[in-house]
């Protein structure tokens, strides 16, 4: 009988797991390593796929109060900012500051009556048992595991594969302006995005507060940095994106700080589940960002484990083979289009540049519109 779940990591992954799963009055412990349950200030766009799942859990409506909705997006030139084309979005596409949605998030975990341990590092986790050790050498049982935590899982690598994640050559820049900073143009209120020769940039306002959010992408041989996000300085981020429409360098310029991240990739294993524990987001399926899709594939996965647990309640192989069938698929298909995109954005031979911007003209809409109207409740109502 599964009566008590334990979540490793109290992410995006981990935090919508908690509050889907506590909609059946399962027992829940969230154990977070940090010492607060916290994210960087920066934008994160949510697409259908994942916000009819936010709906479903009853808390769209809240994440909507704290988010900006934009009409639509932009694909624009990345040196005249002419427009190549232009998406619609309905009301389902938010883009929202990380802090509010994981705020948002855990406060609706412990109002559900969820338990949220701060400063709880796992350092070991027996599949067969579901047996937990912390790193002060106590340990607890559950009948479920949900690994949580990360690209880097130490899960993952304990139970699963040793498949270390893999420097992509690409790095993200990111920071964010005060929207009376942003440049008038027509659409400047709704997401851009300008693909360049080796690099591309995407800018949205984002949440309630009047701020706007961008991404720069660069390509490069080495990360060099010991830590993958680390302040950066602003010259360093000029000079790629020099000859760059002079919207985009006031954009950067006027940002009070810069971040850059090194982007990394890793493999998704054969299996998402052993035993009794099960991988979820970025443990199971880090991408490359170049879609938005990180975050709302975390969503869909915590979202379908939590209603196939209450679907078929204590046949655990019914519900590890469904995951695996609904998810493995999902998860490898969006990381590989991630990826693919990246190769698309950065062309930077002048006729495939001119051939890319043509076929961005036809097909970005049905290419988005195939992604984001995937429908987990659907899906998983074809698992019998
Ligand atoms: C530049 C950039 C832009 C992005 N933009 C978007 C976007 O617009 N839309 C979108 O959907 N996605 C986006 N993403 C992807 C998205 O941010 C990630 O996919 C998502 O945050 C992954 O969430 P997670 O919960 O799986 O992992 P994480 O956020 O990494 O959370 C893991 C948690 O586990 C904890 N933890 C780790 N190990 C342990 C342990 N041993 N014990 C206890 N706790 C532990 C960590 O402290 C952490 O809190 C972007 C990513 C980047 C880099």
Known sequence: MIQTVAIIGAGIAGLTAGCALRKYKI???????????????????????????????????????????????FIRHYKTAKQIAHVDFNKDF???????????????????????????????????????????????????????????????????????????NNIAWRGVIERSNLPEFPGNDQVNIYHGPGGHVVHYPMGHKDMVNFVAIETRENWEEESW????????????????????QNIFSSSEKVYKWGLFDRKVPKLLS??????????????VPFLGQGGCMAIEDAF?????????????????????????????????????????????NPLLMRLRNLAVKLF?????????????????????
Request: charged fraction near 30%; proline fraction near 2%; charge should be positive.
């Open 27 to 73: 027992k829940v412990d969230i154990f977070e390593r940090s010492d607060s349950v916290t994210e960087f200030g920066a934008g994160i766009t949510l697409s259908k796929n994942a916000t009819s799942l936010l709906r479903d859990l009853d808390l769209f409506d809240e994440l909507e109060t704290s988010s900006y909705t934009p009409k639509g997006s």
């Open 94 to 168: 938010l883009t929202a500051d990380r802090r509010d949605l994981v705020h948002i998030l855990s406060k609706r975990f412990l109002d559900m009556g969820g338990s949220l341990q701060l400063s709880r590092t796992i350092e070991k986790v027996e599949a067969k048992s579901g047996k937990l050790i912390f790193s002060d050498g106590e340990n607890c049982y559950a009948d479920l595991v949900l690994s949580c935590d990360g690209i880097k899982s130490r899960i993952r690598e304990d139970i699963f594969d040793s498949t270390e994640p893999r420097f992509t």
């Open 229 to 248: 996000k680390r302040e950066g300085n602003k010259e360093d981020l000029l000079k790629p994106f020099k000859g760059w429409n002079e919207n985009l």
């Open 274 to 287: 052993k035993g009794k524990v099960f991988l979820l987001g970025d443990a199971a399926h880090p991408m």
């Open 304 to 348: 379908t484990l939590a209603v196939l647990v209450d679907k078929f309640k204590d046949d655990l192989d019914k519900i590890k083979v469904s995951y695996q069938q609904l998810r493995r698929t999902r998860g490898n298909l969006i990381r590989q289009r991630s990826k693919f995109q990246g190769k698309f954005n950065h062309l930077s």
């Open 364 to 384: 970005v809409k049905p290419n988005m519109e195939n992604i984001h109207s995937y429908d987990a409740i659907k899906e998983i109502s074809k698992v019998a």
